[in-house]
């Protein structure tokens, strides 16, 4: 007989489950006291919502879904932001809560929240184990839900009666995940469209992509002349080295991408949801139907016809369909050859930055990490202005991991590298944050500290919240409320916290900081004084104010 707390830690292992990530609870103690004899981690985070992100970034780099736990209430509240950030990026991760007992819900007991009423906008699925005897059951089709069609988050919540209870129930096999391939006749389709077509595009994105189908796309795109653009911090999907790589469609796209999407006549969309930042604010394509011939492969037909309705639907799973298309070759173009590299000499002058005004320039510093990280970097970041620094201005090598959000949600930096670290020891975490973006999670340097996680933390102050500056700027010119920071000291945060840290105040110093950093075994902390007159790496607040 087994607890139900200890019957739940059997199916995790029985999952696969490694690690785990959580605010401690009295409402789920029994699952504590599971994870005692486990050979499952759990590492202790310092506020819910850093628990949530690090659970959502573990599923991002993995494929495997996260596991997160939270107490109830207030715990389960400061986790949601999280939950969002996972739908958005299509991220598996598996958030548990703790309940009040089942003999009191629905008496607003304390800290009792309905917990499918209040997560089930957000994620897959959200649900209660009703009966300790369920566990197993839930549990198998938690572990489904979260890495099925497209990949997101689930919600169990956890009533302190049913982990309390026992059972002879047993943990059930490990899930396997059907995966949607296209059709003989789909890939016909698909290949008659593109051979036919003088200015292809090709959009990927999405979760579910693993390395075979990650090389697949560039094998595919490579042998017939396609140029690719990933949407929204999916970088990483195909080596910026190629030559068919063209660029980024997301935030603050460049003139040359919404060009190249204006101007294509087919356009192959790959594990993408045609959402706000990929579409411009919906201004690049006709809606429902564009002038595009849209292909969209999508693993879950939810996605498909969403928005646009394509000409060829195709419900796959990114790695299946590429895998199907690798190998098929296109007539010769010479059309699309030229319409390839035009997109691709327009965005090899785009990714280089201006010179910055100052003692401090973040493009040579750029320049400079573009030829210092190693080849395996996993890079993460929150959101804000300075996240273009490694969004426009860094190309993405084959092996390199971008863990960013697709929600622009502050704070999600730190704790995505926390977990980027546990799970990958030996590869080199580098975390770029805002001044603004670091102290939404700067609490978590103690989670990264008591883990042994050991990330390179770059603070890019300049003392505002430089997105919404800039944005103010734009609509109430020299009217400044609410967007100044004053900051505190990092330097001694970062050290408080047993970080190697330095604060670096011009380009010239910057290397041999980063060689101290890299060399440290306890994690580092550099604060980059940037110019606060720049609120982005083009746009100044002296430029804003002369377009008045």
């Known amino acids: 007989m087994r607890t139900g707390g200890e019957l739940l830690v059997a199916c995790l292992e029985a999952q696969g489950v490694t690690t785990s990530f959580g605010v401690p609870g009295e409402s789920y103690l029994a699952v504590l006291d599971g994870l005692h004899d486990s050979d499952i981690g759990f590492v202790i985070c310092r506020q819910e919502g850093g628990v949530a992100y690090a659970a959502s970034a573990w599923g991002k780099l993995t494929g495997e879904p996260g596991i997160a736990f939270v107490t109830r209430g207030p715990g389960a509240t400061n986790a949601a932001v999280g939950l969002h950030t996972a739908m958005q990026d299509s991220s598996p ?219 060829t639907p195709i419900q796959a799973s990114p790695n299946a369909f590429c895998a199907a298309l690798a190998d098929r070759q296109l007539h010769r173009s010479d059309a699309r050859n030229s319409w390839r590299a035009a997109g691709r000499t327009a965005w090899e002058s785009a990714v280089i930055a201006p010179t910055q005004p100052g003692d401090l320039d973040m493009a040579e510093i750029m320049q400079w990490l573009q030829q210092r990280l190693p080849e395996d970097v996993i890079i993460t970041s929150g959101a804000g202005n300075f996240s273009i620094w490694n969004n426009k201005h860094f190309a993405y090598g084959p092996n390199m991991r971008l863990l960013a959000p697709q929600s622009g949600s502050m ?33 978590e340097l103690g989670t990264a500290m008591q883990a042994g996680a050991q990330p390179i933390v770059l603070v890019l102050n300049n003392g505002t919240y430089g997105t919404i500056r800039l944005h103010q700027e734009r609509d109430f010119p020299t009217r400044v409320s609410g967007t100044e920071i004053n900051n505190p000291d990092y330097v001694k ?27 440290s075994d306890s994690g580092a902390l550099l604060e980059l004084m940037v110019p606060p007159e720049m609120l982005s790496p083009t746009m100044s607040i002296e430029r804003l104010r002369g377009q008045e």
């Open 93 to 311: 991760m598996i958030l548990f809560v703790g309940q009040a007992s089942t003999e009191h819900l629905g008496r607003e007991a304390f800290q009792e929240v309905d917990y499918r009423a209040f997560f089930g906008p957000l994620v897959k699925w959200a649900t209660q184990i009703e009966h300790v005897d369920r566990v197993p059951e839930v549990m198998s089709r938690a572990f489904a839900v979260a890495q099925s069609g497209r990949p997101g988050p689930v919600v169990v919540a956890l009533p302190e009666d049913v982990l309390s209870a026992t059972s002879d129930a047993e943990p059930g096999r490990k899930i396997r995940v059907p995966v949607a391939a296209p059709t003989t006749a789909d890939v016909d389709e698909v290949v008659s469209l593109l051979d036919g077509a003088e200015r292809p595009l090709v959009l990927v994105g999405g979760g579910g992509w693993n390395d075979d189908g990650r090389r697949a796309l560039q094998a595919m795109a490579e042998a017939n002349s396609l140029p690719v653009a990933p949407v929204f911090r999916y970088h990483d999907l195909l080596d910026n080295n190629s030559p068919s790589f063209v660029g980024e469609a997301g935030v603050g796209m460049q003139p040359h991408m919404k060009q190249l999407i204006r101007d294509a006549d087919v356009i192959l969309a790959i594990g993408i949801r045609f959402g706000e930042m990929t579409t411009a604010a919906y201004t690049l394509f006709d809606i429902p139907d564009p002038a595009q011939t849209i292909i969209h492969v999508h693993p879950s037909d939810a996605e498909i016809g969403k928005l646009i309705q394509a000409a």
């Open 493 to 519: 945060i970062g050290a408080a916290y047993g970080f190697h840290a330095e604060k670096v105040e011009r380009t010239a110093e910057f290397a041999a900081a980063f060689e101290r950093a890299a060399a």
């Open 411 to 443: 704070g999600y930096g730190l704790p995505a590298a926390i977990a980027a670290k546990v799970a990958e020891p030996n590869r080199m975490v580098v975390c770029f944050a805002g001044d603004g973006d670091i102290q939404m999670n700067i609490q």
